[in-house]
Protein backbone atom coordinates (compact mmCIF):
# COMPACT_ATOMS: atom_id res chain seq x y z
CA UNK A 1 0.00 0.00 0.00
CA UNK A 2 1.28 3.04 -0.79
CA UNK A 3 1.65 6.16 1.41
CA UNK A 4 3.11 9.18 -0.48
CA UNK A 5 -0.51 10.67 -0.97
CA UNK A 6 -0.45 10.50 2.91
CA UNK A 7 2.57 11.69 4.10
CA UNK A 8 2.07 14.18 1.46
CA UNK A 9 -1.24 15.12 3.10
CA UNK A 10 0.25 14.91 6.42
CA UNK A 11 3.28 17.57 5.29
CA UNK A 12 0.53 20.14 4.37
CA UNK A 13 -1.76 19.24 7.51
CA UNK A 14 1.02 19.98 9.89
CA UNK A 15 1.50 23.76 8.10
CA UNK A 16 -1.95 23.90 9.01
CA UNK A 17 -1.70 22.42 12.70
CA UNK A 18 1.49 25.05 13.14
CA UNK A 19 -0.74 27.89 11.57
CA UNK A 20 -3.06 27.42 14.41
CA UNK A 21 -0.18 26.85 17.26
CA UNK A 22 1.47 30.13 16.27
CA UNK A 23 -2.12 31.98 16.61
CA UNK A 24 -2.48 30.65 20.22
CA UNK A 25 0.98 31.17 21.31
CA UNK A 26 0.52 35.01 19.75
CA UNK A 27 0.84 37.80 21.99
CA UNK A 28 -2.79 38.81 21.11
CA UNK A 29 -4.31 35.93 22.39
CA UNK A 30 -2.28 34.86 25.53
CA UNK A 31 -3.08 38.93 26.22
CA UNK A 32 -6.46 37.73 25.63
CA UNK A 33 -6.56 34.86 27.65
CA UNK A 34 -4.54 36.59 30.46
CA UNK A 35 -6.91 39.50 30.70
CA UNK A 36 -10.00 37.07 30.06
CA UNK A 37 -8.87 35.05 33.97
CA UNK A 38 -7.78 38.57 35.77
CA UNK A 39 -11.68 39.42 34.67
CA UNK A 40 -12.74 35.95 36.11
CA UNK A 41 -10.75 35.96 38.89
CA UNK A 42 -11.94 39.60 40.27
CA UNK A 43 -15.51 38.87 39.32
CA UNK A 44 -15.63 35.99 41.57
CA UNK A 45 -13.66 37.87 44.75
CA UNK A 46 -16.34 40.27 44.15
CA UNK A 47 -19.12 37.52 44.34
CA UNK A 48 -16.84 35.79 47.79
CA UNK A 49 -17.11 39.46 49.13
CA UNK A 50 -20.45 40.02 48.57
CA UNK A 51 -21.08 36.52 50.54
CA UNK A 52 -18.84 37.40 53.44
CA UNK A 53 -20.71 40.78 53.54
CA UNK A 54 -23.96 38.60 54.14
CA UNK A 55 -22.51 36.12 56.75
CA UNK A 56 -21.45 39.27 58.54
CA UNK A 57 -24.78 41.03 58.58
CA UNK A 58 -26.45 37.28 59.77
CA UNK A 59 -24.24 36.70 62.58
CA UNK A 60 -24.86 40.16 63.81
CA UNK A 61 -28.33 39.65 63.45
CA UNK A 62 -28.81 37.35 66.75
CA UNK A 63 -26.38 39.90 68.71
CA UNK A 64 -28.90 42.65 67.63
CA UNK A 65 -31.77 40.55 68.64
CA UNK A 66 -30.87 40.18 72.19
CA UNK A 67 -30.13 43.74 72.52
CA UNK A 68 -33.38 44.64 71.14
CA UNK A 69 -34.75 42.56 73.56
CA UNK A 70 -32.64 43.93 75.95
CA UNK A 71 -33.99 47.01 75.53
CA UNK A 72 -37.48 46.32 75.83
CA UNK A 73 -37.22 44.32 79.33
CA UNK A 74 -35.13 47.18 80.42
CA UNK A 75 -38.13 49.56 79.82
CA UNK A 76 -40.29 46.57 81.27
CA UNK A 77 -38.03 46.59 84.35
CA UNK A 78 -38.35 50.41 84.78
CA UNK A 79 -41.68 50.43 85.28
CA UNK A 80 -41.84 47.86 88.65
CA UNK A 81 -38.74 49.80 90.35
CA UNK A 82 -39.84 51.60 93.02
CA UNK A 83 -39.32 53.32 96.69
CA UNK A 84 -40.82 50.49 98.48
CA UNK A 85 -38.64 47.78 96.63
CA UNK A 86 -37.23 45.10 99.32
CA UNK A 87 -33.44 44.00 99.28
CA UNK A 88 -34.40 40.61 97.13
CA UNK A 89 -35.95 42.85 94.80
CA UNK A 90 -33.51 45.30 94.44
CA UNK A 91 -30.81 42.22 94.19
CA UNK A 92 -32.76 41.19 90.96
CA UNK A 93 -32.37 44.36 89.67
CA UNK A 94 -28.96 44.76 90.23
CA UNK A 95 -28.59 41.20 88.43
CA UNK A 96 -30.35 42.17 85.61
CA UNK A 97 -29.28 45.19 85.13
CA UNK A 98 -25.60 43.45 85.27
CA UNK A 99 -27.09 41.13 82.08
CA UNK A 100 -28.38 44.02 80.21
CA UNK A 101 -24.95 45.62 80.52
CA UNK A 102 -23.23 42.59 79.28
CA UNK A 103 -25.57 42.37 76.08
CA UNK A 104 -25.31 45.98 75.36
CA UNK A 105 -21.22 45.83 75.21
CA UNK A 106 -21.29 42.74 73.51
CA UNK A 107 -23.94 44.71 70.97
CA UNK A 108 -21.36 47.95 70.84
CA UNK A 109 -17.96 45.77 70.56
CA UNK A 110 -19.77 43.41 67.69
CA UNK A 111 -21.35 47.06 66.17
CA UNK A 112 -18.01 48.17 66.07
CA UNK A 113 -16.35 44.72 64.38
CA UNK A 114 -18.55 44.94 61.68
CA UNK A 115 -18.28 48.25 60.77
CA UNK A 116 -14.47 47.15 60.49
CA UNK A 117 -15.20 43.99 58.72
CA UNK A 118 -17.31 46.02 56.66
CA UNK A 119 -14.80 49.28 55.46
CA UNK A 120 -12.36 46.62 54.74
CA UNK A 121 -14.70 44.76 52.92
CA UNK A 122 -15.71 47.79 50.94
CA UNK A 123 -12.14 48.75 50.14
CA UNK A 124 -11.10 45.46 48.70
CA UNK A 125 -14.79 45.53 46.78
CA UNK A 126 -13.83 48.50 45.40
CA UNK A 127 -10.58 47.13 44.45
CA UNK A 128 -11.80 44.30 42.82
CA UNK A 129 -14.43 46.09 40.79
CA UNK A 130 -12.00 48.55 39.64
CA UNK A 131 -9.62 45.41 38.56
CA UNK A 132 -12.54 43.83 36.70
CA UNK A 133 -13.48 46.70 34.82
CA UNK A 134 -9.73 47.60 33.93
CA UNK A 135 -9.48 43.71 32.81
CA UNK A 136 -12.61 43.40 30.81
CA UNK A 137 -11.32 46.39 29.29
CA UNK A 138 -8.28 44.72 28.34
CA UNK A 139 -9.97 41.50 27.35
CA UNK A 140 -12.21 42.97 24.59
CA UNK A 141 -9.01 45.23 22.76
CA UNK A 142 -6.80 42.16 23.10
CA UNK A 143 -10.07 39.82 21.89
CA UNK A 144 -10.45 42.41 19.13
CA UNK A 145 -6.67 42.49 17.77
CA UNK A 146 -7.00 38.66 18.26
CA UNK A 147 -9.84 38.57 15.86
CA UNK A 148 -8.10 40.66 13.30
CA UNK A 149 -4.78 38.55 13.60
CA UNK A 150 -6.72 35.48 12.71
CA UNK A 151 -8.49 37.33 9.83
CA UNK A 152 -5.30 37.92 8.26
CA UNK A 153 -4.30 34.16 8.67
CA UNK A 154 -7.76 33.23 6.86
CA UNK A 155 -6.24 33.16 3.60
CA UNK A 156 -3.24 31.20 4.31
CA UNK A 157 -5.60 28.43 6.79
CA UNK A 158 -7.81 28.79 3.34
CA UNK A 159 -5.37 27.41 0.75
CA UNK A 160 -3.99 25.23 3.15
CA UNK A 161 -7.30 23.46 3.81
CA UNK A 162 -8.24 23.44 0.11
CA UNK A 163 -4.97 22.06 -0.40
CA UNK A 164 -5.46 19.22 2.38
CA UNK A 165 -8.90 18.39 0.53
CA UNK A 166 -7.27 18.12 -2.99
CA UNK A 167 -4.74 15.76 -1.70
CA UNK A 168 -7.54 13.38 0.45
CA UNK A 169 -9.15 12.32 -2.87
CA UNK A 170 -5.81 10.18 -3.49
CA UNK A 171 -5.15 8.94 -0.05
CA UNK A 172 -6.71 5.49 0.30
CA UNK A 173 -9.71 5.29 2.84
CA UNK A 174 -7.94 2.99 5.40
CA UNK A 175 -4.66 4.83 5.76
CA UNK A 176 -6.77 8.10 5.52
CA UNK A 177 -8.90 6.70 8.67
CA UNK A 178 -6.28 5.89 10.36
CA UNK A 179 -4.77 9.00 10.01
CA UNK A 180 -7.68 10.89 11.32
CA UNK A 181 -8.26 8.78 13.74
CA UNK A 182 -4.63 9.19 15.21
CA UNK A 183 -5.10 13.05 14.69
CA UNK A 184 -7.85 12.59 17.04
CA UNK A 185 -5.79 11.57 20.05
CA UNK A 186 -3.32 14.39 19.42
CA UNK A 187 -0.76 12.42 16.96
CA UNK A 188 1.08 15.18 15.92
CA UNK A 189 3.13 14.39 13.19
CA UNK A 190 0.86 10.33 12.57
CA UNK A 191 3.67 9.15 10.18
CA UNK A 192 6.78 8.84 11.29
CA UNK A 193 9.62 7.28 9.93
CA UNK A 194 10.84 3.69 11.14
CA UNK A 195 14.42 3.89 12.50
CA UNK A 196 15.82 0.57 11.23
CA UNK A 197 19.04 0.59 13.25
CA UNK A 198 17.47 2.04 16.90
CA UNK A 199 14.13 -0.17 16.08
CA UNK A 200 12.30 2.10 16.89
CA UNK A 201 10.13 5.18 15.91
CA UNK A 202 10.15 8.90 16.72
CA UNK A 203 9.45 8.04 20.26
CA UNK A 204 12.76 6.57 20.58
CA UNK A 205 11.48 3.23 22.35
CA UNK A 206 12.63 0.02 21.09
CA UNK A 207 9.64 -2.40 19.63
CA UNK A 208 9.08 -5.97 20.11
CA UNK A 209 10.99 -8.64 17.82
CA UNK A 210 7.51 -9.55 16.05
CA UNK A 211 6.75 -5.55 15.22
CA UNK A 212 10.55 -5.45 14.39
CA UNK A 213 10.40 -8.61 11.91
CA UNK A 214 7.62 -7.12 10.17
CA UNK A 215 9.46 -4.08 9.62
CA UNK A 216 12.60 -4.90 8.41
CA UNK A 217 10.85 -7.58 5.94
CA UNK A 218 9.24 -4.52 4.47
CA UNK A 219 5.93 -4.14 5.97
CA UNK A 220 4.59 -0.69 4.79
CA UNK A 221 3.56 0.62 8.36
CA UNK A 222 2.10 -0.36 11.28
CA UNK A 223 0.99 1.45 14.44
CA UNK A 224 3.65 1.65 17.40
CA UNK A 225 2.56 -0.06 20.51
CA UNK A 226 4.59 2.65 23.17
CA UNK A 227 3.36 6.18 21.59
CA UNK A 228 0.50 5.05 19.34
CA UNK A 229 1.99 6.96 15.77
CA UNK A 230 2.52 5.03 12.85
CA UNK A 231 5.93 3.72 12.17
CA UNK A 232 6.60 3.42 8.51
CA UNK A 233 9.16 2.26 5.93
CA UNK A 234 10.99 4.92 4.13
Known sequence: MNIDKILEYQKVDMEFIKLEEDMRKSEEYQKYLAYQNERKRAV???????????????SFASVDAQYQDAI???????????DDAQDDELDYYSKQLDKYTTIIENYEKELSRLKGELSQIQSKFKAEMDSASKAGALEKSYADKFTKLRESKMAIAKELDNKKKAIAKDVEPQLMAIYLDARKRGKKPVFVPYNKEGH????????????RDKMDAGLPYIECPNCGRIMYNK
Not at 200 to 211: L, M, R
Open 72 to 82: KEIEELSKHVN
Open 44 to 58: EEVIRLNSITEEAFS
Open 200 to 211: ACACGIEVDTNI
